[in-house]
C-alpha cells in the first residue's frame, strides 16, 4: 500500500512540473481578450506569485509560439509573472495586422487586463515593430512602469530591408531549420495612419526605457535606436550590441546577456 501511495505521489509530483510551464512558472493561463474594435488577441500568462509582471510584445511575423518568444519568457520567469500575447494577424488571435495602425488597441487590451490581475508593476518587453506599438500606447497612459525596447524602429516608413546582406540569410536559415513555427502574418493595409516612435517619444513622461540593438540588424539599423535614445525625456539607457543581428536573433545568439540586461534593468526600474 506504501509504494502504491508514493507511486501516486511521484507522478503527481511530476504531472504538476510538466504543467508548471516556461522557467518552471507555477501555472499557465491561457485566454482571448477583446481590443476595443472587437478583435480577438489571444495571450497566455505565466504565473509564478509575482506582484509586478513583464508582457513580452512580439515583432512582425511573430507569435507568441515562436521559440526565441518563448526563450524569452523563460528568461523572466523566474523573476516576475509573464504575460505574452499575440498582435492581430498573427497566431491564435483574429484580425489583420496594420502595421502598428491598429495594434496598439491590442496592447491597451492586455495592459488592461494585467491591471485587472492586481499587479503592482507593469513592465514591457518589446521586440521591432511590437517595440514602436509600445511606445505608441506610452504616449497615452501613465501605468507602464519600465520599458525595454529591442530593435525599434524609430520611423515606420524608413525601416532598411537589405535584403543583400548576410544576416538576412542568417533570419531565413532559423525560420527554416523552426519549420516556420510561430512565424506567419495575415497583413491589412499598410497605407493607414499611423504615429512613429520619433514624432511621440518625447510625450512619454514617467516610464524608463532601454533601447537594445545589435549593430549588425538587416531590417532596422541602429541609428533608430540611437535617434530615439536621444529624443527621450526620461530615464534612459542604449545598450548597442556588437555583432547583434535583428530583434529576437540576440535571445538566439546571448539568451543570457540579453537576460542580464533586461533583468538589471527591470530590478533597477521596478523597485
Excluded at 496594420?98 to 487586463?113: F, G, H, I, M, N
Excluded at 501613465?142 to 542568417?170: A, G, Q, R, T, Y
Excluded at 497583413?187 to 516610464?207: A, E
Aim: proline letters at 4%.
Amino acid at each position: 500500500m506504501k509504494k502504491i501511495l508514493l507511486a501516486l505521489l511521484i507522478t503527481l509530483y511530476l504531472s504538476a512540473n510538466t504543467a508548471a510551464g516556461a522557467g518552471g512558472s507555477g501555472r499557465i493561463e491561457s485566454g482571448i481578450l477583446r481590443a476595443s474594435d472587437n478583435v480577438p488577441i489571444a495571450y497566455d500568462r505565466f504565473v509564478n506569485g509575482s506582484d509586478t509582471v513583464i508582457i513580452v510584445c512580439p515583432g512582425f511575423y511573430n507569435s507568441k509560439e515562436n521559440r526565441w518568444m518563448r526563450k524569452t519568457v523563460e528568461l523572466l520567469c523566474p523573476s516576475y509573472d509573464v504575460l505574452i500575447f499575440d498582435f492581430r494577424g498573427h497566431g491564435k488571435s483574429g484580425g489583420k495586422y496594420t502595421w502598428s495602425a491598429k495594434e496598439p488597441r491590442d496592447l491597451e487590451a492586455v495592459l488592461d487586463y494585467a491591471k485587472s490581475c492586481g499587479y503592482r508593476k507593469i513592465g514591457i518587453v518589446a521586440f521591432s515593430l511590437g517595440a514602436a506599438v509600445a511606445v505608441n500606447e506610452a504616449s497615452v497612459r501613465d501605468d507602464i512602469d519600465s520599458m525595454v525596447l529591442i530593435s525599434i524602429p524609430s520611423k515606420i516608413n524608413m525601416i532598411n530591408f537589405h535584403f543583400w546582406e548576410p544576416e538576412m540569410f542568417s533570419d531565413l536559415k532559423d525560420n527554416i531549420e523552426c519549420g516556420w513555427e510561430g512565424k506567419g502574418a495575415r497583413t491589412g493595409n499598410i497605407f493607414l495612419p499611423k504615429d512613429d516612435p520619433i514624432d511621440i517619444i518625447g510625450r512619454i513622461k514617467k516610464t524608463p526605457m532601454l533601447f537594445i540593438h545589435g549593430d549588425h540588424d538587416w531590417i532596422i539599423k541602429d541609428r533608430h535606436s540611437r535617434v530615439l535614445y536621444g529624443a527621450a525625456n526620461v530615464e534612459k539607457r542604449l545598450e548597442i550590441i556588437k555583432g547583434g543581428l535583428h530583434a529576437e536573433r540576440m535571445i538566439q545568439s546571448d539568451p543570457e546577456g540579453m537576460k542580464r540586461l533586461m533583468l538589471d534593468w527591470f530590478f533597477e526600474t521596478l523597485k
